[in-house]
C-alpha cells in the first residue's frame, strides 16, 4: 500500500473554499488539468456513490465514484473505477480544516493505492505533485495569492 | 459545554514543533502563563497518566494530567486536574499537521469545559486568547530564538519542495559574535510622518562598545512616546532612526568594561535612547533592569514604562494621600489602567473617564469609583456633582487638547493638572492669570527627567514590581503585533481603539 499526503494554506475562509470543493462535478472550475465534467446516470453531485467521469486536458479520462461527503468535517473521499494510471484500490480523500489565526484553511489531500514496485516513486511523484499539489496551488491563486 | 477551538500555521517543520509541544514538562520554558513545571512524582513525562504541577506567571498552581499522547499522530490530549479558575471538566487536547506546501506545521489547540455561566465569555477568552493564542505566538518566538543560533541546515526540505506559502514568515539566520559588526531587522523611521514612516529593513548593528550589552528582544513595548518620537513631536529621535523605548529580552553579549550582567542574564528597560523597535540592540546597561523569575517578559515589556511613569506620577509628580479625589483620564489605556488600580490602592476616590462604555466595563473591573463615559456626558460637570461641588485634588491627563480645559474645571481649589500627554493633539496656549481663581497648579512632567540615572529609577522599578508582586496592580495580557507591523500598533494607539498594552514581537 502506497501513500501519498499533501497539504497547502488556502488564503479564504474553509467554508468559502468548501463552497466551491464540495461539487464533486466541478473540477474543471479549478483544477487546472481537468477539460470537462458529467456524472454518470443523471445523479446528483453530493449522491453518496454517484460516478463522475472526467476527461483531463492531455485527453486521459477518469471514473470515480464518491464514496463520503460530509458538509459538518468539510471532507470528500473517492475511490478511482478506471484511469490511465496503474494503480488499484486507489482511494483518496480532500479535506479542509478551519486556521482560526487569520482565518484561512489548511487542505489536505491525501491517497492510498497499490501499484508496481517500479512504478511507486513516479506515481507518487505524478499524484502528490501533478495532480494534488498543482490543484491546491490553483486553488491558492483563486483565493488571492 | 462550550469548545474552544484555535489554530495557526507555524513556519517550522512538524518534527520541531512536535519536539517542542510533547514535552509535557516544558511549558514554563515558552509559555508565558507558566513559570514553573515539575512532573509529579517523577513519572517520564510521556507516560500517560504524568501529572504536571504549574506554577502561574500570576502565582496560581494547577494540575494536568496526560490522557492519550500520540507521536503517529503529533496529537496530545490532557485533562485539568486541580485550578484556580472554576474551569470545570476540561479536557484538551493539541494535534499537529504538516503543511508539505511550503514545509510548515498546522497545530490546532481545541477544548471543552464547564464554565459557570456567568464567568462564561471571561473563561473563554482566557482560554482562547491568554493560553491558546499567547502559546501559539510563544512558540514561533521559542522557534525564531533558535533558528538564530542553530545552523540552517537542521531543516532539511520534505519530498514535496515547492514555495513557502506567503502566509509564512522568512527566517532570518545570522551569527552574532560580540564586537564584530552584524546586522539587525528593525523599524526605521526614515523621516517623522505618519505610521507609515514605520518600515521594517535590515539594519547594521555596530560593533558592541566596551561599556555597552548586546540584547536580544522578546517583547518590545508601544507607549504614545513613540508617536512623538515618530512625528517629531519630541527629538528623541533623529531620522534615520529606530523608535522604541521599552523592551524585554536576553543579554547576548556583555562588553569587557561591564560589570553586574552577563550573557543569559533577562532583562528589560524602558528608557532612551530610541532603538527598542529592533530583533537586537546595543545599549549602555546602566537603565537595564534585571528580571526575576516571577516576571514574565511580556509584563515587564508591557508594563515597565507604564509602571515606572505611574510610581512616579502618583508619588513624586504629586503625592496621592488616603482621601484624595483623583480624576483619572483615557483609564482604559495602558497607563490609565495602572494608574486607576495604583490610586484606588493608594487609599484615594478614583475617578475616571473613558470614551465608550465597553472600556467602562474595563475601568469599573479595576475598581474606579466612578467612570465617566466622557462622549455622552460634560466630565468637568459630572466631577463636580460626584464631589458636591469641590472638585478633584489631582487631574492625570494624557489626552490633551479634548480634555484640558474641562480637566482645569474640574479641579477643587488649589488642585493640581498633571498634562503628562497629548494623544488628542497639543493643549494650546493658556493665560496662567485664569488659574489665579483657584490656586491651580500645572505640571508637565517628562520622563526622562525623572529616570535618567539609576538612582532615580530604582525606586520606582522596585515599587512597581512589588506592586505586580503583591497584586496591587495588575497588567492584562497586551495586544500583540508581529514587528513589521508596528504601523498597525501605531494606528490602533492613536484611533484610542485598544484597551490596555500594545507590545511587538520580533
Redo the contacts between chains.
Sequence with gaps: MTKV?????I?APAAEVWKLVRNFNGLPGWAPFVAESRIEQNAQADQIGCIRSFTLKDGGRIRERLLALSDYDLSCSYAILESPMAVENYVATLSL??????N?T?A?WQAEFDCAADREAALMHQI??GVF?TA??AL?HRFG? | MVQV?????IDAPIDEVWAILRDFNGHDRWHPAISFSEIEGGEPVDAVGAVRHFRLADGGELREQLLALSDKDHRLSYCLLEAPLPLMGYVASLRL??????N?T?W?WRSEFNPPAHRRDELVKLVTEGIY?AG?SAVRNLLRRRSVVSPIDARQPR??A?PM???SVPRTVSTVAPGQASTTKAILVERYGGPEELQLREIGLPPLEPNQVRIRHTVIGVNFIDVYCRTGFFDLLQPPGVPGMEAAGVIEAVGPAVSGFSVGDRVAYACPPVGAYAERRNMAPELLVHLSNDIPDEIAAAGLLKGVAASFLLHDVHVVKRGDIVLIHAAAGGIGQLLVQWARHLGATVIATVSSDDKARIVERLGAHHVIVYSRENFAEAVMRLTGGMGANVAYDAVGNDTFAGSLAALAVRGHLVSFGQASGPVGNWDIGRFASRSLTISRPNYAHYTDTPEKLAPHVARFFQALRQGVVRVEAPTRYDLANAADAHRDLESRRTTGALVLLP
Excluded at chain 1, 499526503?5 to 494554506?9: I, K, L, M, T
Excluded at chain 2, 499537521?97 to 511550503?102: E, L, N, Q, R, S
Aim: aromatic share 6%.
Design positions: 499526503y499533501v497539504s497547502s494554506v488564503p480544516t478551519p486556521i482560526t489565526d487569520g484561512l489548511l489536505e502528490g505533485n499539489q491546491l496551488t491558492k495569492r | 477551538r484555535q489554530s495557526t500555521i499537521k504538516p503543511v508539505t506546501d511550503g510548515a498546522f490546532e493564542q501559539f519530498a514535496v515547492v506559502p506567503s502566509a
